[in-house]
């Protein structure tokens, strides 16, 4: 059997595409779906969950050193921390605060959360809101705001509350434990 040049060209001409109609969300979406499950499948549930929320440590450090030297500030407020972060990030977040409770212990925000991540992972069928690959959003967010906030607060917790489809968001919780 042998391949002659016209069958290349043939060939060549079937499968043309150019660069342009590439559906890179698609593929990123197929990839992570495997590389979430495939770390799942070897290492488990915990390994897994501590490496995507350690994957998002690191960028939230890094925002939150950003705004310290943008602010020539060491130390923020609660709600100016959440202002400048989000601020800085409306590219690839969209939040709204929708309820606040305080008492002596804590500042609970309810928010509504529509991230990048959300339109990736809502076409796979093992990736579901709040579930493992929200996990760097979590490290993310938590690294950052305690990096801004310093000692003011003794921990921040954020947790998936549900998933709202129809308004397209995650509602989520952000406590302050003073």
């Given at each position: 059997m042998s391949i002659n040049e016209f069958e290349i060209e043939k060939t060549n001409?079937?499968?043309k595409n150019s660069r342009e109609e590439l559906n890179?969300?698609?593929?990123?979406e197929i990839i992570t779906e495997s590389l979430i499950l495939k770390v799942y499948?070897?290492?488990g549930r915990n390994a897994l969950l501590s490496i995507l929320y350690q994957v998002g440590t690191a960028p939230g450090l890094s925002i939150a050193k950003r705004l310290k030297e943008k602010y020539n500030k060491e130390v923020f407020g609660i709600l100016e921390s959440i202002e400048l972060l989000l601020g800085e990030l409306k590219e690839f977040y969209s939040v709204q605060i929708t309820n606040v409770e305080e008492d002596e212990k804590k500042i609970r925000?309810?928010?509504?959360?529509?991230?990048?991540?959300?339109?990736?992972?809502?076409?796979r069928k093992r990736l579901k809101p709040g579930k493992a690959f929200c996990?760097?959003?979590k490290g993310y967010f938590e690294k950052a705001l305690k990096e801004m906030l310093g000692e003011t607060v003794k921990k921040i917790e954020i947790n998936?509350?549900?998933?709202?489809?129809?308004?397209?968001?995650c509602e989520e919780e952000i406590i302050f434990f003073k």
């Open positions: 001409e079937k499968i890179a969300l698609s593929g990123y499948d070897v290492f925000f309810v928010i509504f959360n529509k991230c990048f991540l959300r339109d990736s992972y809502k076409h996990r760097v959003n998936f509350l549900d998933d709202n489809v129809e308004k397209d968001v």
